[in-house]
């Protein structure tokens, strides 16, 4: 206790408590459906130039189409944290925050705290609103529908919302890495563990461990069938010997 120099093993406690305290916000599908998504994203636009990549290409813009439906099927009927209303709700605030600009309070912490977070929410439903367009248009161009128009529009469609969406990744990515400096805080964290430091309800529930399971299972079954629909499988030809591509065309005949 001050002023004794002896300490209270019950307040040491609740001090260490409250500062290892912490709290759900994201679950685990939520996490889940992130990281398959990023990395889906990563790898069709780095395969998406090349002719010999072009199986694994398609088999991502797939994989990416199922992930977006399944964010979008559990953010209209899951849990009421991972529902996209939320982030509706928040964009709504948008105008009222910028006519608060007019206000003695416009320079304050918790006013640009409150800008940070729509922006944030602004460029995450930018790259739920591109998704779709981005895998609608490179079904399109796979089935060569372009040639209805005497060219492959599509194409070049798929190519500018692929490079728009690109542009919004690398923004999102630099909003959290300023965020976290400004912040002092890792802001990537939630998305990695799903919690955050503070007391208080988990906002999350349930972690829903389960069904993260079952969506990256469903990924990897895809994939695995997707390799073996494919005369060469999804690496590029000159990535197997003859002797392997011979055994694979045996295996299918």
């Not at 709290?23 to 790898?43: E, Y």
């Not at 439906?69 to 209209?76: A, D, I, P, T």
């Not at 492959?152 to 965020?179: K, Q, R, S, T, Y």
């Amino acid at each position: 206790m001050q002023g004794t120099g002896i300490s209270n093993p019950t307040l040491d406690g609740m001090a260490r408590d409250r500062a290892t305290a912490t709290r759900r916000v994201i679950d685990a599908p939520t996490r889940m459906f992130h990281w398959l998504f990023a990395l889906s994203f990563v790898g069709a636009y780095a395969s998406g130039d090349s002719e010999q990549w072009r199986a694994l290409h398609v088999t991502l813009g797939y994989t990416m189409a199922g992930l977006l439906g399944f964010r979008l099927v559990y953010g209209l009927f899951g849990p009421r944290h991972a529902r996209l209303s939320l982030l509706w709700r928040r964009l709504r605030g948008a105008p009222q925050w910028l006519r608060s600009f007019t206000t003695p309070h416009a320079l304050s912490g918790g006013h640009w705290r409150l800008g940070q977070n729509l922006l944030m929410a602004a460029t995450v439903a930018a790259l739920l609103a591109l998704a779709l367009p981005l895998a609608l248009s490179g079904y399109a161009s796979y089935e060569e529908w372009g040639d209805l128009f005497g060219g492959d529009a599509f194409e070049a469609l798929h190519e500018v919302f692929a490079n728009a969406l690109l542009i919004l990744v690398l923004m999102h990515l630099g909003l959290i890495a300023a965020l976290s400096l400004l912040r002092r805080k890792n802001q990537a964290q939630p998305m990695l563990s799903g919690r955050i430091d503070g007391n208080g309800p988990d906002l999350a529930k349930h972690d829903h461990a389960w069904l993260a399971a079952l969506v990256l299972m469903a990924v990897l079954c895809f994939g695995a069938w997707q390799w073996q629909q494919a005369p060469q499988g999804l690496l590029p030809a000159g990535a197997w010997s003859a002797a392997d591509r011979d055994r694979h065309a045996h295996e299918h005949d």
